[in-house]
């Protein structure tokens, strides 16, 4: 491969663009391209790319493999623009947070001499812009794959190669899937901390809860500081899913809201609030299985036992001790 | 002071116990208990008391100050024990997550020799339980205190004195106001991310779900680990509060949800988002100012004119200079 180009130098695609050319691929030169010069030279200087293009053509014309990093609804307009100059037999990839419209307008505006291979790098951090590109972000990471019908089985294998070479776990999936299953994932959290920031700050109590909004308010609010512009296309190209989850949610939200209401709150809340805990050390259990990384540890069952004699709630130190009996032996089961 | 005593060896109180010690105050002995032994141990190997008490009164029989770091619930039990041996003149403060409950019990069970003053460190973290104990979490951070009416000068100031001491913010506050804004930026983010979990963990597609959850999951998530003993004594000590905040969410989110369905999603979804995505940049921006960090600083206007030739999105584009022009002149204009 003599040339690689990445269009739109922003977080994601500078950050592919440095595991790109840490690998040292020999005669293979890479290369970008962004409408805003500011990014491009920061880019630049992040050793994200070996030459910079201003002129988005110029950029793909000699390209084996054509990265698109630009926010979805971008993608639609660069794969026309660059259509009638992509090479024969090219490589066509990208890293939109939905897939479905994507595939479609692969299938749509790029010649059929090209193989478009749907990308999702499951990456991404608070720092907003290309000065948040940090190519660790990929090690480990899923990085979703959805090959078009048309693109050859060599195509496929070379991009699952370089993500395997970046460090990333490449994960196959149909778009349709794929759309649906990161709604309730990504979407649905990052429409979750955008109401959470609305509905708080526009509070008239605002100025003094800001003051004391801690650790647990920026984790939760976190997604509200990515891009307006990433979360909105995300949104528009993936309506019906999000819908879906939000509605989900919302009676998840008032299940809660009777507990708290209830005439027995108690019992309610601790199971309620007991399965979350169980589902999420479990999550983070598996991940750490799927990572190779050193195993996280929920408490020991006996620190539960310290509220013990102190509010009689046997029921719930029981309880959590067949939590983590289940998680211990799951854990010395067999990996997934 | 010869002798400090933490009752509830947790994260909380060993994290307070490992600050206090470091200090190296001369003659001050740091005492703690825990019901629990295993996590009694810990704490001590992890430096945060110089002498453990299998006995809970005899922890506190001759200290000046007593640290009650026990799950809310819990605490109302503590000051009902210790009452009767209490030292005349002994301080009396709490870690407790909501105040107005324990402001009452402090009225109702502990002697009026004793001065009580409430006190609630805004930290934690996801490391469950003992382990996670640490100093550096109080570096900053907002300690909110809450005297009560028959607490001498004398008692808040050596509070006030030893959270400055230990590094964070002293914040005064009326219990029930306290209640009332950790509703909002504390408790309502936990309900959030417990419903979140909630939510996707019980899809039968969970088990792909998953394997691409990925950080976004994982911060919007992040409060759910957070114990459920702790949590439900949270929702059962300030119920009223956090179901006006649960209420204010969900008409939040059935906003989006109409932005989503609407007939003009781009406009309406780009506003909202935009609006979140500002109040969260001054936020970091003024808890900056507070923690005489580093500024962290929201993209340069012009990164965001890259998808402006792409999406025809000249509205967003001017949007985003304005809000960023907003920021500057808050930025660069005097302090709260």
New interface residues.
């Given amino acids: 491969m003599e040339r690689i180009a990445i269009i ?1 130098l ?1 977080q994601i695609g500078s950050t592919l663009g440095q595991a790109l050319k840490r690998l040292s691929f020999e005669n293979t030169e890479i290369v970008g391209h ?3 010069p ?2 491009a030279s920061a880019s630049k200087k992040l050793r994200a790319v070996d030459k910079l293009f201003s002129n988005l053509l110029n950029t793909v014309e000699s390209a084996q493999l054509v990265i698109l990093a ?2 979805v ?2 993608i639609r ?2 794969m026309e623009l660059i259509a009638p100059v992509l090479p024969e037999g090219c490589i066509v990839t990208d890293t939109g947070s939905t897939k479905v419209q994507i595939m479609k307008w692969a299938e749509e505006y790029l010649p059929s001499t090209v193989n478009f291979v749907g990308g999702h790098p ?4 608070e720092t ?4 948040g590109a940090d190519q660790t972000m990929l090690s480990n ?2 990085y ?1 794959i959805t090959p078009s019908t048309s693109a050859s089985n060599e195509a496929v294998a070379t991009v699952v190669k370089l993500v395997e070479l970046m460090g990333a776990r490449p ?1 196959f ?1 149909d778009a349709v ?1 794929h759309d ?3 709604a ?3 979407h ?14 526009s ?1 008239p ?1 605002w ?11 920026e ?11 990433m ?2 296309d995300i ?2 190209t993936n ?1 019906t899913s ?2 879906f ?13 009777n507990l ?2 209830g005439s027995e ?2 019992e309610g ?2 199971n ?6 169980e ?3 479990t ?2 259990t ?2 750490s299985d ?1 990572r190779g990384e050193t195993v996280y ?4 069952p ?10 009689g ?1 046997e029921r ?1 130190v029981e309880k ?1 001790k067949q939590i983590l009996e289940a998680w211990r032996s799951r854990r010395s089961g067999p990996k997934d």
């Fill in positions: 739109g922003g962004d409408r805003e500011l990014v630009v926010p609804l971008a307009d660069v499951m990456i991404g951090r907003p812009g290309v000065e990471a899923t979703a994960y999936v899937e649906s299953l990161v309730a994932i990504s649905l959290p990052m429409i979750l901390s955008a109401a959470l920031v609305s509905t708080v700050a509070s109590s100025p003094e809860m800001e003051k004391m909004a801690s650790g647990g308010f984790s939760v609010s976190r997604l509200a500081s990515g891009s307006p512009v979360h909105r949104c528009l309506e999000i819908v989850w939000l509605d989900s949610l919302m009676r998840s939200l008032t299940e809660y809201r708290l209401t709150p108690a809340l601790e309620a609030l007991s399965q979350a805990w589902a999420r050390q999550w983070l598996h991940r799927w540890l929920p408490p020991p006996s620190l539960m036992d310290q509220v013990k004699g102190f509010i709630g719930l959590e």
